[in-house]
Structure formats: C-alpha cells, structure tokens
C-alpha cells in the first residue's frame, strides 16, 4: 500500500482578498477556512503526515484554529507558494512518502471524491491534478477592449489537490527554484514531467476574494447567525419625562431606575448579550454599584456591542416600547438614530417600534413601560 502524505498550502498574506484577518483564517459555516481545508485530507483516511505550511507571523492564528488537530508543528513558508511547498517537501524529504497531493488551504470545499481521483490516478501516473474543463467564451483585451476570442477547446482551469509521486515532486522544485511558477503541474511540467488531469468540481474553487468566501458561506449552509431577546420593566413615578432608546421625552413622570431608567436600551442591551451568551445587563451592571447611579444607559448598550463585535458582526436589532403615553411615532426617528450611532450601525438595520397594551395591565394603567427587542449577530471569530 502506498504511503501518501499531503501539504496543505497556507503561508500566503491574501493581497487579493484585503482585511486585518488573513483569508486562511477566516471564519468559514462554524469554523475556519484553513481548519476545512485540513480535515477533508484528515478525513479521507489515506493520508500519513498531514503537513501544514504557514507564515511565521501567523502561528497564533494558526493555533488558534488547528492546534487541536494533532498535527506535526507547521512548516514555515516562503515568500511565494512555490517557496512554501518547496519548504513543506524538503520537511517530507526525510519521511519520504510514496506519493504527495498539494492543495492550497484557500480550497476549503474540497470533495473526497475529488481528492481519491487524484489518489487513484497516482497509481498508474507520474503526476495528477483535478482540473475543470474552460466553460466560458475567453476573450483577450487590450485596453478594456476585446482583441481576440481565444479558442477554448482543451483548456482547463487548475485546481488543488495535486498528486505526484514524491521523489519527482521535490526533485523538480528543487530543478525550479528561483523561477516564478504558480502551481505545482507547472514546475513538474517544466522537467517533461506529464501531468494528468482528471475531473475536479466546480466548488473547489478557490477563496480568492470576499466573494469567494460569501459563495462558500452559501454553499455550506449560511453562517453562524445567532439572535438574542431581551426585556425590560420601569416603574413610572412624577417627573419631568422620561429617556426612550436614548431620547429625553417630555412627560410627567420618569422612569424610575438605578440607571437612567432608559426601558429600551435595557432591554436591547440584554438581547445583544443573550445573543452571544454573555450574561445580562444585571451581571455586567450590577444595580448595586454607584458607579451606574443615574448612568446613561448608552454606555450600557455600547459596552454590549463592543462584546458582540470582539466576535462578529452585529446584523440587526428590533425593539418594541409598551405603553400608552408618551407616543413613540414622533420620537421614533430620532430613536433609530440614536441607537444606530451607539451601536455604529447603519439606521437601515436598526428598528423602533411601538404598541398599546388596550390599556390592559400595568403599562395600560401606566404604572410602567415594558421595552422587548432582539437582535441578530453573526459570529465569525
Ligand atoms: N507565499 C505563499 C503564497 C501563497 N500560499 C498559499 O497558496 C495558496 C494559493 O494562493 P492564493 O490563493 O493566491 O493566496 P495568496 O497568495 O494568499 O493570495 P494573494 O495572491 O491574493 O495575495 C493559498 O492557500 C496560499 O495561502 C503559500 O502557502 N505561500
Ligand atoms: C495552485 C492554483 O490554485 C491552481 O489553480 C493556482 O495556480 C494558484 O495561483 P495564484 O496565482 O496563487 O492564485
């Protein structure tokens, strides 16, 4: 039985793709795009030594997504892909497996079957990659301006895995190195090498930009969205007015509270917290700490979101105001700008809304008002 061993590629900076969070590590349908790229090679059963090559600078994000998966300590790369397997097959070099299949950890929707295709055909060829075959008109142009239809018959787009036997693979980058080749079929292609194709898949494409990934976000079944919900009572007493998802109504009565009393900040501070399960507002603000006497309720809410983000994307948030007075329709504009401003989100994602109880129960009687809100994040770290 051949021993096979497999390089996934990760030591790129993703120029292309752009970001503080390169593209390898990004987060990808609950976990990452590297980590998905390694487990369909760890997954297929057939592999010896799973190696992993990676930027020095990455090591902590690198950690952070695959430590757990009990490989050998990742190869650092070079300064271009044909560098970074060139370093993963001389790390190989003293295993010396049979036979090696590259792929670049920006493919994370390989298939198995794509991976035993090339696996399979390895064992009558000298190289093998997937490959699909060219299904659009290619067109040349100068300028922005087509010059030419290039004829399309026998072209085929590359793609990951591809398969050598081991001993040709690192003789012929070892033959290639200095030169500027962007697969692995071209530096065995160079030493007369023949590269068979066979069939890949039309999801095996690369993760090239953020589309890509939003692609392959659909593909895998939509992101880690969560939501949270939140609700909140104040009593009203005399006063002057009371403050609303972060607007001063002029009332005769307040809110009264700890805080600034503000029912609708409340209530979608705890649904932000609920949605990534950090505890409620009573936990972070505990109404016994004079810190928060009279405090403004936005730092609340600020305090929440900054939670949310350090983990993802807050997508949108609903609130609705339970009373009879005072009417919520002249605020309501004001209120979404002030809560989009908190929380630095667009107003288009921010909604306050309003209802009567028939002036049944407490918010009927106006003895208080009720505030219940949700909200939806996305989680990508
Ligand atoms: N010096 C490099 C450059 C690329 N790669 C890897 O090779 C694969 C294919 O490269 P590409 O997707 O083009 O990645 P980047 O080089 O990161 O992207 P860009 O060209 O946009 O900078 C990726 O998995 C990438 O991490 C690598 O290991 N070492
Ligand atoms: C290896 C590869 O993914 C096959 O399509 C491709 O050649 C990588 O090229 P890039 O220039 O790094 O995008």
Same mark, same amino acid.
């Given at each position: 039985?051949?021993?096979?061993?497999?390089?996934?590629?990760?030591?790129?900076?993703?120029?292309?793709?752009?970001?503080? *969070?390169?593209?390898?590590? /990004?987060?990808? =349908? &609950?976990? !990452?795009?590297?980590?998905?790229?390694?487990? #369909?090679? +760890?997954?297929?059963?057939?592999?010896?030594?799973?190696?992993?090559?990676?930027?020095?600078?990455?090591?902590?994000?690198?950690?952070?997504?695959?430590?757990?998966?009990?490989?050998?300590?990742?190869?650092?790369?070079?300064?271009?892909?044909?560098?970074?397997?060139?370093?993963?097959?001389?790390?190989?070099?003293?295993?010396?497996?049979?036979?090696?299949?590259?792929?670049?950890?920006?493919?994370?929707?390989?298939?198995?079957?794509?991976?035993?295709?090339?696996?399979?055909?390895?064992?009558?060829?000298?190289?093998?990659?997937?490959?699909?075959?060219?299904?659009?008109?290619?067109?040349?142009?100068?300028?922005?301006?087509?010059?030419?239809?290039?004829?399309?018959?026998?072209?085929?787009?590359?793609?990951?895995?591809?398969?050598?036997?081991?001993?040709? *693979?690192?003789?012929?980058? /070892?033959?290639? =190195? &200095?030169? !500027?080749?962007?697969?692995?079929?071209?530096? #065995?292609? +160079?030493?007369?090498?023949?590269?068979?194709?066979?069939?890949?898949?039309?999801?095996?494409?690369?993760?090239?930009?953020?589309?890509?990934?939003?692609?392959?976000?659909?593909?895998?079944?939509?992101?880690?969205?969560?939501?949270?919900?939140?609700?909140?009572?104040?009593?009203?007493?005399?006063?002057?007015?009371?403050?609303?998802?972060?607007?001063?109504?002029?009332?005769?009565?307040?809110?009264?509270?700890?805080?600034?009393?503000?029912?609708?900040?409340?209530?979608?501070?705890?649904?932000?917290?609920?949605?990534?399960?950090?505890?409620?507002?009573?936990?972070?603000?505990?109404?016994?700490?004079?810190?928060?006497?009279?405090?403004?309720?936005?730092?609340?809410?600020?305090?929440?979101?900054?939670?949310?983000?350090?983990?993802?994307?807050?997508?949108?948030?609903?609130?609705?105001?339970?009373?009879?007075?005072?009417?919520?329709?002249?605020?309501?504009?004001?209120?979404?700008? +002030?809560?989009?401003?908190?929380?630095?989100?667009?107003?288009?994602?921010?909604?306050?809304?309003?209802?009567?109880?028939?002036?049944?129960?407490?918010?009927?009687?106006?003895?208080?008002?009720?505030?219940?809100?949700?909200?939806?994040?996305?989680?990508?770290?």
């Amino acid at each position: 039985m051949p021993r096979h061993a497999a390089v996934i590629v990760a030591a790129g900076t993703g120029e292309r793709f752009g970001g503080s *969070l390169p593209k390898q590590y /990004r987060p990808l =349908a &609950g976990s !990452s795009v590297l980590r998905r790229s390694v487990e #369909a090679f +760890r997954a297929s059963g057939r592999f010896g030594d799973i190696v992993v090559v990676i930027r020095d600078e990455h090591r902590a994000l690198y950690d952070a997504t695959a430590s757990d998966l009990g490989l050998p300590d990742p190869v650092i790369g070079g300064a271009t892909r044909q560098d970074s397997v060139r370093a993963a097959l001389e790390w190989l070099a003293s295993h010396a497996p049979d036979g090696v299949l590259v792929h670049d950890a920006a493919r994370p929707l390989v298939d198995q079957d794509t991976i035993a295709r090339v696996l399979d055909a390895l064992e009558t060829a000298e190289a093998a990659i997937a490959a699909v075959p060219v299904v659009d008109t290619i067109k040349r142009a100068e300028g922005g301006i087509a010059s030419g239809t290039v004829d399309r018959s026998g072209l085929w787009q590359a793609q990951t895995p591809q398969g050598f036997r081991f001993a040709t *693979l690192l003789a012929a980058h /070892r033959a290639a =190195a &200095g030169e !500027s080749l962007t697969d692995d079929a071209a530096v #065995a292609e +160079r030493q007369g090498i023949a590269v068979r194709i066979v069939e890949g898949h039309v999801d095996n494409f690369k993760i090239t930009t953020e589309a890509d990934l939003t692609r392959a976000e659909r593909l895998l079944g939509g992101a880690d969205i969560r939501t949270g919900t939140g609700f909140d009572v104040h009593r009203l007493v005399p006063g002057d007015g009371v403050i609303l998802c972060g607007v001063h109504i002029p009332h005769p009565f307040k809110l009264d509270g700890h805080s600034d009393a503000d029912v609708g900040l409340h209530a979608l501070t705890d649904a932000l917290l609920g949605a990534i399960g950090a505890g409620d507002i009573g936990q972070h603000f505990p109404p016994s700490d004079e810190r928060w006497r009279g405090a403004d309720s936005a730092a609340f809410l600020a305090h929440a979101a900054s939670l949310v983000r350090a983990r993802g994307t807050i997508l949108n948030v609903d609130v609705t105001l339970m009373c009879e007075r005072p009417k919520i329709g002249p605020n309501r504009a004001a209120m979404v700008a +002030r809560v989009a401003e908190i929380l630095q989100l667009d107003p288009e994602r921010v909604s306050v809304k309003a209802t009567t109880t028939e002036r049944l129960g407490f918010t009927g009687r106006e003895e208080g008002i009720a505030a219940q809100a949700s909200a939806s994040v996305r989680i990508e770290r």
